[in-house]
Nanobody
Framework: QVQVVESGGGSVRPGGSLTLSCVAS????????MGWFRQAPGKEREWIAS???????NYANSVKGRFTISRDNAKNTVYLQMNSLKPEDTAVYFC?????????????WGQGTQVTVSS
């Protein structure tokens, strides 16, 4: 059974930084793509970053140049380094794991972690 658990959320001032972590257990972590999503109040959940089974990454335009996704396969962990945070980055952030190898069909989700950017 695959389990996905995020951590690292919190409150930060505009311009600050925060790093989220996500541990995915229950299978061979390195085989699968991982992604980060977020959902702001009153808005739909949106994809913001993904990393494939290698090191290839992709970002939504809204976070490109500010956020960095990375993975440590030895620790079954994917990270989201968030810099230059803005109030509009306030949201619940979710980590997701692909259900199939060599795909981005996100099937397993964490419970979410709150990120609040406010002065």
């Amino acid at each position: 059974q695959v389990q996905v658990v995020e951590s690292g959320g919190g409150s930060v001032r505009p311009g600050g930084s925060l790093t989220l972590s996500c541990v995915a257990s229950g299978r061979t972590f390195s085989w699968y793509a991982m992604g980060w999503f977020r959902q702001a109040p009153g808005k739909e959940r949106e994809w913001i970053a993904s990393i494939n089974w290698g090191t290839s990454t992709n970002y939504a335009n809204s976070v490109k140049g500010r956020f960095t996704i990375s993975r440590d396969n030895a620790k079954n962990t994917v990270y989201l380094q968030m810099n230059s945070l803005k109030p509009e980055d306030t949201a619940v952030y979710f980590c997701a794991a692909a259900g199939s190898r060599y795909s981005y069909d996100y099937r397993y989700w964490g419970q979410g972690t709150q990120v609040t950017v406010s002065s």
